[in-house]
């Protein structure tokens, strides 16, 4: 059974910095380009960051450019998300998603999906 499993999510004030990690099992990424998605209240799904399966290209919304780092380690089957600066408009469920039935470039979502991790950004 393939699982992402995300974490590090909470509350923080506006300025402030989370780190969301999302741990891979079942199936190995190393080949797969990953990404992170969220849903903001009363919005639909977006997408905010992926990384190549190299871990070399990286590509961001662009309300997060400059502000937020997708990094991953292949040999820990795992990616993670640093936030910084947080805006409230970052409050959000995020989600890891993995596979590779979406090319990296299209910026949308590949075929597993973790169960997400709420953020919440205090003004």
């Known amino acids: 059974q393939v699982q992402l499993v995300e974490s590090g999510g909470g509350l923080v004030q506006a300025g402030g910095s989370l780190r969301l990690s999302c741990a891979a099992s079942?199936?190995?990424?190393?080949?797969?380009?990953m990404r992170w998605f969220r849903r903001a209240p009363g919005k639909d799904r977006e997408f905010v960051a992926a990384?190549?399966?190299?871990?070399?290209?990286?590509y961001y919304e662009d309300s997060v450019k400059g502000r937020f780092t997708i990094s991953r380690d292949i040999a820990k089957n795992s990616v993670d998300l640093q936030m910084n600066a947080h805006k409230p408009e970052d409050t959000a469920v995020y989600y890891c998603?993995?596979?590779?039935?979406?090319?990296?470039?299209?910026?949308?979502?590949?075929?597993?999906w973790g169960q997400g991790t709420q953020v919440t950004v205090s003004s």
């Open positions: 998603n993995g596979g590779g039935s979406t090319r990296i470039t299209a910026r949308k979502p590949s075929e597993y």
């Open positions: 079942g199936r190995t990424f190393a080949m797969d380009g």
């Open positions: 990384i190549d399966w190299r871990g070399i290209n990286t």
